[in-house]
């Protein structure tokens, strides 16, 4: 007999053939383990369904447009949550409401029955469930709920569902508002002292005395105040999805604890504390813009061009909502996507497609890079400043190129570059496509213009820069003098220059705003710190009849320093208070230092060393930066040198330069022209 064939397996081929016996192996295991727990299952018929069928399911929408309704059963206090999930195609016409609230600690330590199967949530969901559903003996709640009505842990459906947030809160008949439980019970007073606001800013004598006592109000108790403080304070004001499921036209509806308030009647309140009453709101530290800045900002149509402008601005929006909170860095983009602005009509298409297998840096870029090839403009770059505080790493430690805004980290104060205000590089197009991106699109090209150098900047502006009690206001003053440090015209005479250097500090209308002589030291420096254009637009938004101009503004600015600064800090033979007691009538110190405090908080007062421009700049400028103007820019901008490359920059932030707000090429030496600047 012939012995049998002996096959001689290589090292590799026997470890592979053993790994997949002992796969095999575990296999059979498996199955018999499994058909083990199928017989013991059968046959305790003790146990519960929702045991036997442990958590639910979720079934995968198929349809492009389809979501799901939670159907909430009525019940009593104690009794359990239970419901069903049903399926619905978003923009048919049927009635259900949408829930907006904080998902809270990330623990689904609480419990919902769908079906019968257990379906875990947060407990600030269950609470809001409790509250809202129907009494025992009353119709279900038909209500959309992203953290049942989406399942959470699949990145393909949660792409998809966010598409159709925006139109799932806009279709709803009603928008219910969890703000939380109430333990202190804060809710009641709050409510309360909005329309007691609503009823003082309604009646013109009452309004008026307000007015007349400095904003005291001192007849709503300071409790009130507290609670309505509290109230702005809540963590659903800063949820980066809030904008997209309240600003909406849909009725809406607040709950805070047992206490509940209709949703304009509680941002009509604010609005007219906001317009009507800032040094009201000032004293008792309200932050009323957490309310108003979120009313009907996904459908609202301004009348007003430059309002309008900057609605068109997706980019405008992500400002707007930078201060807001997100578990998921990404959500700082897609949760605007619902907005008008994030739709490009001649691609018909969105400006980014919300994607959750892509990183954040990746989403980041995209979106930086999209913004400047279909906006036109560079609102993109007046993003980028932030109030110069660290940055945490991004997620996998990938860094972005210095002209891509941070979304996740974006703390900065409100952009100067608001959409429209203005026009420095006289042109609103940009020129930037594709092809103005080198380096894997790491570097953007942009056409521009290098205005002058960084001499001298100052420490950053705070909040208390403004307050006559704060050792603060100095900054204001050392910023003065600043400007002082190199006088537009000599002094004739040796007693004249003793006396310019006794009052070189102090506030005076001699000197002129060295880039242009028609105008004042002062008054180019009471621009730089409170814009007139942004004097304006607050003055028409508080409905006043006669919006502030150039001299009224001037002259505002100075009441202001009157309020600030001891007679002493003004100079005694050129007194710019002078100017104000023969225009008493249209002077505002009070809304001024309310522009003021806006525009220079987490900013810096700079002096370039050639020109002398004044500038309000980013808190990580540095001497030797550059202020330069790009075609398509709002506004001037800051650059560094890159140490790495002399011929490239690293982007820095935007700048207010009085002079070169408005089609500044004209105002600059002749023969200037746009030159390409690569920007790492």
């Avoid at 049927?94 to 990330?106: F, I, R, T």
């Avoid at 009725?251 to 800032?278: C, F």
């Avoid at 090839?373 to 996998?396: Q, W």
Wanted: a positive charge; glycine letters at 6%.
């Amino acid at each position: 007999m012939a012995e049998p064939i002996r096959i001689a397996f290589s090292p590799g081929r026997m470890t592979l053939h053993s790994y997949a016996q002992e796969q095999e192996a575990r296999e059979r295991a498996e199955a018999e383990q499994k058909l083990r727990d199928s017989e013991r299952l059968t046959q305790e018929n003790t146990l519960e369904s929702a045991v036997l069928a442990e958590f639910y399911r979720y079934h995968r929408i198929d349809n492009t447009y389809g979501s799901r309704l939670l159907i909430l059963n009525p019940g009593d206090k104690g009794d359990k949550l239970t419901g069903r999930l049903q399926s619905f195609s978003v923009g048919q016409t049927q009635e259900y409401k949408a829930l907006s609230y904080v998902w809270g600690e990330p623990r689904f330590t609480d419990m919902i029955f769908i079906e019968g199967k257990r379906l875990a949530i947060t407990d600030s969901l269950g609470a809001a469930l409790r509250r809202l559903r129907p009494p025992a003996g009353q119709p279900q709640l038909r209500i959309w709920i992203d953290q049942v009505c989406i399942n959470q842990k699949d990145t393909v459906e949660r792409s998809q569902q966010v598409r159709l947030m925006h139109t799932i809160f806009k279709d709803a008949s009603q928008v219910l508002v969890w703000l939380g439980a109430d333990p202190a019970g804060h809710a009641s007073r709050a409510f309360q002292t909005v329309e007691a606001l609503r009823s003082i800013f309604d009646d013109r004598l009452l309004s008026k005395l307000c007015k007349a006592k400095g904003g005291n109000c001192d007849w709503i108790p300071a409790e009130y105040w507290k609670s309505l403080r509290e109230l702005t304070k809540l963590p659903w004001f800063r949820r980066a999805w809030i904008p997209q499921e309240i600003g909406t036209d849909t009725d809406a509806l607040v709950y805070w604890g047992s206490e509940k308030i209709q949703w304009e009647t509680l941002h009509g309140g604010m609005r007219q504390l906001e317009t009507q009453g800032w040094e009201l709101k000032k004293k008792h530290k309200v932050d009323v813009t957490a309310v108003t800045i979120l009313f009907r900002r996904f459908s609202h149509l301004s009348t007003d061009k430059t309002a309008a402008q900057a609605r068109r601005s997706f980019i405008y929006q992500l400002c707007l909502s930078a201060k807001n909170v997100a578990t998921d860095p990404r959500d700082y983009v897609f949760s605007q996507l619902g907005h008008p602005s994030a739709w490009i009509q001649t691609e018909e298409a969105m400006i980014i497609q919300p994607d959750y297998d892509n990183t954040v840096a990746a989403v980041y870029h995209e979106i930086a890079i999209r913004a400047l090839t279909t906006d036109s403009t560079l609102m993109v770059l007046n993003a980028v400043s932030d109030n110069g505080e660290a940055r945490p790493p991004l997620p996998g430690g990938r860094s972005l190129p210095t002209w891509v805004p941070r979304w996740d980290a974006g703390r900065f104060a409100n952009v100067i570059g608001f959409p429209g205000r203005y026009n420095t590089s006289g042109s609103r197009r940009s020129g930037i496509t594709k092809a103005s991106f080198e380096d894997g699109y790491e570097t953007l090209v942009a056409k521009g213009l290098i205005v002058d150098v960084i001499g001298n900047v100052m420490t950053k502006f705070t909040s208390s820069s403004f307050n006559p009690d704060s050792s603060k206001k100095e900054f204001i003053q050392a910023a003065w003098r600043l400007c002082r440090a190199k006088p537009a015209a000599p002094q004739s005479s040796t007693r004249d220059k003793d006396k310019d250097k006794t009052e070189s500090g102090k506030f005076t209308t001699q000197g002129v705003y060295k880039p242009d002589i028609t105008i004042s030291a002062l008054k180019a420096f009471l621009d730089t710190l409170a814009p007139v254009a942004r004097l304006t637009h607050l003055s028409s938004r508080a409905s006043n009849p006669s919006p502030p101009n150039d001299t009224s503004a001037y002259h505002s600015g100075i009441a202001a320093l009157g309020k600030l600064f001891p007679a002493s800090s003004f100079s005694t033979k050129h007194d710019p208070r002078k100017l104000v007691a023969a225009n008493a009538e249209k002077v505002n110190p009070a809304t001024w230092i309310q522009v003021a405090e806006d525009h220079v908080v987490h900013r810096c007062f700079a002096v370039s060393k050639e020109l002398g421009f004044f500038a309000l700049v980013p808190p990580t400028t540095k001497t030797g930066d550059v202020l330069c103007v790009l075609l398509g820019g709002e506004t001037p901008y800051v650059l560094r040198s890159d140490p790495k490359d002399a011929n490239r920059y690293l982007f820095v932030g935007e700048a207010y330069v009085p002079g070169l707000m408005e089609d500044s090429v004209g105002l600059l030496a002749s023969g200037s022209e746009f030159k390409r600047l690569r920007i790492r």
